[in-house]
């Protein structure tokens, strides 16, 4: 089955740094979704990026589609952007028949 | 306010009893979606519904039963608990290519 690969596992910063996660899978992505996990649990989704590049806030997702890769660039780290980061991706057509397979996550640590 | 509500946010059952979990969204979303995720392991996929109707079914149980009485309402529910179905389970809907997730609920089998 496909999978996802995330890196690194975890990442400790000092506030301010920048963060760059990596998420590598298995087979073509028709969809791919960045999502955040608080230490409490909530899942909220940061950008959803099948290809290219996307901005918003702080945050840069690059997907190059061909090389079954994505990255997102956190900048200008803050400690409440401490947490989990979990990459997911979805190789049907999408929309209702949309099927998220996950990545282990990066773990974030933001120091101040 | 919040768009996906999830009930109840933590549950406690003992083995072999019968629980539903309840969500619903309030974001006009046709597909709605059941995920869980165990201690162990990263969040998987359980089922996709549109429209009420079942989608995809990745769960290889079927004391696990999704429940669609309305577009927006997706319930779980799981009979002949076991100590290994103690995890989050979230539930999610989307439109388009974002899905958005509730705030899940935290079971604990005993």
């Known amino acids: 089955g496909q999978q996802v690969q995330q890196s690194p596992s975890s990442l400790v910063l000092q506030e301010g740094e920048n963060a760059e996660l990596q998420c590598n899978f298995s087979s073509t992505a028709t969809q791919l979704q960045w999502f955040y996990q608080s230490p409490g649990g909530s899942l909220v989704s940061l950008l959803s990026n099948p290809s290219g590049t996307k901005h918003t806030g702080r945050l840069t997702s690059t997907t190059v589609t061909k090389e079954r890769r994505s990255s997102l660039h956190i900048s200008s780290s803050q400690t409440t952007d401490s947490g989990t980061y979990l990459c997911a991706i979805d190789r049907n057509s999408g929309g209702s028949n949309a099927k998220l397979t996950f990545g282990k996550g990066t773990k974030l640590s933001v120091k101040s | 306010d919040p768009k996906i509500i999830q009930k109840p946010k933590y549950l406690v059952a003992v083995t072999g009893s019968e629980k539903i979990l309840i969500c619903e969204q309030y974001l006009g979303h046709n597909a709605m979606y059941w995920y869980r995720q165990s201690a162990k392991k990263p969040l998987e996929f359980m089922f996709s519904y549109s429209y009420q109707k079942l989608m995809d079914n990745q769960t290889a149980s079927s004391r696990f039963q999704p429940q669609s009485s309305k577009k927006n309402h997706l319930d779980l529910q799981i009979t002949a608990l076991k100590p290994d179905d103690s995890a989050t389970y979230f539930c999610?809907?989307?439109?388009?290519?974002?899905?958005?997730f509730g705030p899940g609920t935290r079971l604990l089998v005993l």
């Open positions: 999610a809907s989307s439109q388009g290519d974002t899905q958005y």
